[in-house]
C-alpha cells in the first residue's frame, strides 16, 4: 500500500469547512483513497473512498487530485462533535482485508 | 442491525492468564479484522480474515491466535497475557462488491489491562 502523509494537527472554527490534506504521491492505478476518524476512546469510523473522481456522501467530500497524488476531505460545517484523529489510507482492493493506519491528523474543531 | 459487537468491554488478567475476545458481526461481511491500539498510539493489524476457515497475520500476531468457523464470529485468543499486551483491541469487518472494498465498520473496542 502506497505510503501516505498528514499534518499532525489542524484547527478549524466551529461552522466553517474543515479541509483536511494528504499526500500519496506513490498511489499506483489500482488505489483506492480512504478516509477514517475516530474520536476519543471510539472505534474508527469510516468517511468516504475515492479512486479518481470527487466523492460525497452525507458525511463529507473526497477531492482527489488528477495526477491522484494528493487529495482533501472536505468537512462543509464542521462542528464541536467532529473533533478527533483522521486518518487517510491508501490501498489496493486485492490486499483483501489489509488497513494500515498512519499517525493521522488531529482535527481541533473550536467554538 | 447491531453492526460489530466486542465482548468484553473491560477486562483485566494477570500475567500469565488466557482469555478470549469475542467479536461478531450480523452483517454478513466477509472481512474481519483484529486490531490493538496502544495509548497515544495509532491502530496495529493483529490477524484478519477474508473468509469462514481463512486467516493470517498482520503486523503484531505474537500471543495472539485466531479462528474464523462462521461468516458472523472471529473470536481472538490471548494464550499467555504478558503487560505488554496491556491495549485497547477493535474488531473489524467489511465487504466487497462489484470489485471494489467498503468502508470497515468497528466494534466500540475492548480495553485490557495484563497486571
Known amino acids: 500500500d502506497a505510503k501516505t502523509t498528514q499534518p499532525p494537527s489542524m484547527d478549524c472554527a466551529e461552522g466553517r469547512a474543515a479541509n483536511l490534506p494528504c499526500n500519496h504521491s506513490?498511489?499506483?492505478?489500482?488505489?483506492?483513497v480512504y478516509w477514517y476518524r475516530q474520536i476519543h476512546s471510539q472505534g474508527p469510523q469510516y468517511i468516504i473512498h475515492g479512486l479518481k473522481n470527487n466523492e460525497t456522501n452525507e458525511m463529507a467530500s473526497l477531492i482527489i487530485t488528477e495526477d491522484r497524488k494528493s487529495s482533501t476531505l472536505i468537512l462543509p460545517h464542521a462542528t464541536l462533535r467532529d473533533t478527533a484523529v483522521y486518518y487517510c489510507i491508501v490501498r489496493a482492493d486485492w490486499t483483501g482485508s489489509r488497513l494500515t493506519f498512519g499517525e493521522g491528523t488531529q482535527l481541533t474543531v473550536n467554538p | 442491525n447491531a453492526g460489530v459487537t466486542q465482548t468484553p468491554k473491560f477486562q483485566v488478567l494477570k500475567t500469565g492468564q488466557s482469555m478470549t475476545l469475542q467479536c461478531a458481526q450480523d452483517m454478513n461481511h466477509e472481512y474481519m479484522s483484529w486490531y490493538r491500539q496502544d495509548p497515544g498510539m495509532g491502530l496495529r493489524l493483529i490477524h484478519y480474515s477474508v473468509g469462514a476457515g481463512i486467516t493470517d497475520q498482520g503486523e503484531v500476531p505474537n500471543g495472539y491466535n485466531v479462528s474464523r468457523s462462521t461468516t458472523e464470529d472471529f473470536p481472538l485468543r490471548l494464550l499467555s497475557a504478558a503487560p505488554s499486551q496491556t491495549s485497547v483491541y477493535f474488531c473489524?469487518?467489511?465487504?466487497?462488491?462489484?470489485?471494489?472494498?467498503?468502508?470497515?465498520?468497528f466494534g466500540s473496542g475492548t480495553r485490557l489491562t495484563v497486571v
Open positions: 473489524a469487518s467489511s465487504y466487497s462488491h462489484g470489485g471494489q472494498m467498503y468502508g470497515y465498520t
Open positions: 506513490t498511489i499506483s492505478g489500482n488505489e483506492y
